[in-house]
């Protein structure tokens, strides 16, 4: 798949558009990671697509099925610039990541557009198609971190007091190794760790090549040492977060939203997305196997369920 990368004041991301276009899917990524780790569902998906009507869809530009990809960093994120809340230390803003994410995929097209968003991606897409009715035809939230009330209530007193920098989890990413001599040094070491050892190899190729970055020298010139693109303290400080107005965007959300629930994941996405089809009927939640880092461990299960779920 043949990516066109772009960078605004926000955001950052890299699109497959062509001319004329039926249909643009867009990916947006978890927390810690950057959306080319999605590229393998997005070509999975439109190999699906082409074999559906003989080879058109996705795949010849010069077709009048062709479908568009694209992909968005958030804030702080792959090639993305810094989140205003990163440099001034405040609490990140899931609301504004929205609405970033909204203006921006509205202005990258005019076909429709189906929004695929997975864990934080998730969230921030739910939020964009509640407070910008009609952006999305639909949309299918991947293992999204939809938090339950309780959790909610958590992550708010943890920031009233301070004590969220505290957190087992918080601690741990913020502690974690964020800088290699080189990117094979890097790719060797994250591929034996837990989080990533099951990822398929172009997925985590995906991320070594984009979710890294060089270190500059003094000149300001890119060496060979690399470092995370997402900076630990950043990734945590999102970790420590919560998203305002989460329930009432489950409520008034007005497009088709498909949540795509992974067996081996964190307990309390099972019980809010159930909470969540009770409350809105266009909610509809599909259990699947695997770990929360399902669409990077077995894309081609994810791209049949997205295609699946979409005809």
């Known amino acids: 798949m043949t990516l066109i ?7 950052a991301g890299a699109d ?12 947006v990524h978890g927390n810690g990671f950057c959306a080319r780790t999605l590229t393998p569902v997005a070509t999975e998906l439109q190999a699906l697509l082409a074999g559906a009507v003989g080879g058109a869809v996705g ?25 205003p809340e990163q440099t001034q230390r405040r609490m990140p803003d899931w609301i504004a990541m929205a609405d970033h994410l909204a203006d921006s995929v509205a202005g990258r097209g005019r076909a429709p557009l189906i929004g695929v968003g ?6 921030v897409t739910l939020l964009a198609a509640a407070r910008h009715p009609g952006l999305f035809e639909r949309i299918v939230l991947l293992d999204p971190v939809l938090f339950s009330s ?9 920031r009233l007091t301070g004590w969220w920098t505290k957190t087992g989890l918080v601690k741990s990413v913020s502690a974690r190794r964020a800088r290699w001599p080189d990117r094979a040094t890097a790719r060797e070491e994250l591929s034996r760790k837990s989080l990533y050892r099951q990822w398929r190899t172009d997925a985590l190729d995906a991320f070594v090549q984009h ?6 020298d003094d000149d300001s010139q890119p060496t060979e040492e690399v470092m995370l693109s997402c900076d630990p303290e950043w990734e945590a400080a999102i970790f420590g977060s919560y998203p305002k107005g989460l329930w009432q965007a489950v409520q008034e959300v007005s497009c088709r939203v498909d949540i795509m629930v992974a067996s081996s994941s964190y307990p309390f996405i099972k019980r809010s997305t159930a909470k969540a089809a009770r409350m809105n009927s266009l909610i509809k939640v599909h259990p699947i196997d695997g770990s929360h880092c399902f669409p ?10 997205i295609r699946d779920l979409c005809q």
């Open 59 to 83: 795949v010849d530009a010069g077709s009048d099925h062709a479908d568009g990809f694209l992909f968005t960093d958030l804030p702080g994120h792959g090639d993305a610039p810094p989140a």
């Open 118 to 123: 997975h864990s934080m991606g998730g969230v």
């Open 150 to 158: 309780e959790v909610l209530l958590f992550q708010r007193m943890m």
């Open 16 to 27: 497959n558009l062509p001319e004329p276009c039926t249909r643009r899917w867009h990916f």
């Open 296 to 305: 990077m461990e077995a894309p081609e299960t994810a791209a049949r369920w």
């Open 211 to 216: 979710g890294l970055k060089p270190v500059l």
């Open 5 to 11: 990368p772009w960078r605004s004041e926000f955001l």
